[in-house]
């Protein structure tokens, strides 16, 4: 008989090994043994799992009648004699047992322990697997959506993954079925059970991007040494060669940009602005506000700050839509930057703040010449934001000269 045959769902569809699927079952036998027995210390129990076999031997030495002090370790010669009549006195007596010999009740209370035994292990052989992924890209199909996440079977493991709504492109819309590629940010345990939280909005899912469409990055000859993001907008990244043939710009972006325009699509259309890295601080920075051209630069190194100075046309580049490029070009250097209008570059058409005293404060006149804003235009080219840090004027004050100043320009 079969005796692991009321047990044969646990044989295939798990991802155990071998080994540790038969200690774990040899365990629960032995408790089964435990239980009914009170010791399982004279007891041989053997699992094969490749032919689905369960041996389970009662060993006890056999005495003489009348003589049996341990029943656990001993058995008389008559009783010994039942079981095979070859035995004799002082030899080992070998006693089959079957699964019927412990009971219905018993054995469902076995197999309800193997399954708790199992799940564990997998939840642990789950959470192990995929904490050393961490970092890596991987490929799923959206299985479920839900109000806060979208359920992706990873198409290697078949294994639920949660890409959750915070950490999705703006612009992305899944549909069940269709395909999604991200990166394996951490995992988590919910309930006892670990869930793997992926992203599309880690630095790192443009890493492996790139490391994908340019073969440079992945042989090591070209370097990633800082990526900065703003999700689905604008992203920024510095790269170094280690071949001085091998422009890394140049590479990363591909003939035509034929290898930077697939990462784009798969940001949906994600501004990536690729940089060169240099240890020339004053060069990076300049680097960094591209599109911008800078006409000159003050570098504040004990206070890792820099004064960027450029031409009239050139201050809306540098600022960028919402601050979002002199945003990343900070976080990418490690310096704040701040813009300023080349003094030199004056527009005909533009009005000298002095003119505006009348519907200005003079001392706020003064707190907007000495972060470089001398005329009207100068003011209204720096975002809001960027105009209240600097200035360290309040939210009203600025809105009202922002209003004042636009009007000028709205009556022209």
């Not at 219905?104 to 076995?110: F, G, H, P, V």
């Not at 909005?201 to 900065?228: A, C, G, H, S, Y």
């Not at 703040?353 to 404060?361: G, H, K, N, R, V």
Request: aromatic letters at 6%; charged letters at 35%.
């Amino acid at each position: 008989m079969n005796l692991l045959e009321s047990f044969s769902e646990f044989k295939e569809g798990k991802n155990i090994d071998r080994p540790t699927m038969a200690r774990v079952m040899e365990d629960v036998f032995r408790t089964l043994i435990r239980k009914k027995f009170g010791s399982d210390e004279n007891f041989n129990v053997i699992v094969n799992l490749q032919n689905g076999d369960l041996e389970m031997w009662r060993v006890r030495m056999i005495v003489q009648d009348g003589e049996v002090t341990d029943e656990l370790s001993e058995i008389s010669y008559t009783e010994a004699k039942s079981i095979d009549d070859s035995y004799d006195v002082g030899e080992e007596c070998y006693e089959g047992l079957t699964l019927e010999d412990f009971g219905r009740r018993s054995i469902m209370a076995a197999r309800q322990t193997l399954i708790s035994r199992l799940n564990e292990l997998e939840k642990d052989d789950i959470y192990k697997r995929y904490m050393d992924r961490v970092g890596d890209l991987v490929v799923g199909e959206v299985s479920q959506l839900l109000k806060k996440e979208v359920l992706v079977l990873d198409d290697a493991t078949q294994h639920e993954l949660v890409l959750p709504k915070m950490e999705m492109i703006k612009g992305d819309f899944f549909r069940k079925g269709d395909m999604v590629r991200a990166i394996i940010k951490r995992v988590e345990m919910r309930n006892g059970s670990p869930v793997v939280m992926l992203s599309r909005t880690d630095n790192t899912f443009l890493e492996r991007l790139m490391e994908q469409e340019v073969p440079e990055i992945e042989d090591n000859i070209i370097v990633i040494k800082n990526i900065v993001r703003l999700p689905g907008e604008r992203a920024k990244v510095a790269v170094e060669s280690y071949d001085d043939r091998i422009d890394p710009v140049g590479a990363c972006v591909g003939m035509k940009g034929s290898r930077i325009h697939g990462i784009v699509r798969e940001l949906r259309n994600e501004n990536i602005d690729i940089v060169n890295y240099t240890n020339n601080t004053s060069l990076y920075i300049q680097r960094a506000l591209t599109p911008a051209k800078v006409t000159s630069i003050t570098i504040d190194e004990g206070n890792q700050r820099a004064a960027v100075y450029l031409s009239p046309d050139q201050v809306s580049l540098a600022i960028g839509k919402g601050g979002s490029n002199i945003k990343l070009a900070g976080r990418l250097t490690g310096y704040e930057i701040d813009v300023f209008r080349d003094v030199a570059e004056q527009e005909i058409d533009d009005v000298d703040l002095d003119e505006f005293a009348d519907a200005i404060d003079t001392w706020v006149i003064d707190a907007l010449k000495e972060i470089g804003c001398d005329t009207a235009k100068s003011v209204l080219a720096l975002d809001r934001q960027e105009l209240i840090r600097r200035s360290d004027l309040e939210e009203e004050t600025v809105d009202e000269v922002l209003k004042i100043l636009a009007s000028e320009f709205e009556d022209e």
